[in-house]
């Protein structure tokens, strides 16, 4: 089994800064790559950003590009997710994905093989 271990999570103003971690363990035999999705109270599942694990390519949701940055350490098998200039709007729990295989769509939440427990972010005004 795959285990997806989310730290990092908590309050702050806005304008702050968090930074969320994701530990990946277990019997990975194949890892495209990882990504951080978002639900906020009442609202659906949506995606946040996406990096692949051998050759580092991103992609930012329209709404935190320019604010939030995802990176990874292979050594660790983890990837970050580093939050700036945080807005109310950004509240939600925060979940890591996991992608096995590539896939075309990686805003889908159907192209991921693995998911998080969550951590919750509040971010207040």
């Known amino acids: 089994q795959v285990q997806l271990v989310e730290a990092g999570g908590g309050s702050v103003q806005a304008g702050g800064s968090l930074r969320l971690s994701c530990v990946a363990s277990?019997?990975?035999?194949?890892?495209?790559?990882m990504g951080w999705f978002r639900q906020a109270p009442g609202k659906e599942r949506e995606f946040v950003t996406t990096?692949?694990?051998?050759?580092?390519?991103?992609l930012y949701a329209d709404s935190v590009k320019g604010r939030f940055t995802i990176s990874k350490d292979n050594t660790k098998n983890t990837v970050y997710l580093q939050m700036n200039t945080l807005r109310p709007e950004d509240t939600a729990v925060y979940y890591c994905?996991?992608?096995?295989?590539?896939?075309?769509?990686?805003?889908?939440?159907?192209?991921?093989?693995?998911w998080g427990q969550g951590a919750l972010v509040t971010v207040s005004s």
């Open positions: 277990g019997r990975i035999f194949s890892r495209y790559a």
């Open positions: 994905a996991l992608a096995t295989r590539y896939d075309n769509n990686w805003r889908a939440k159907e192209a991921y093989d693995y």
């Open positions: 990096i692949t694990w051998s050759g580092g390519s991103t």
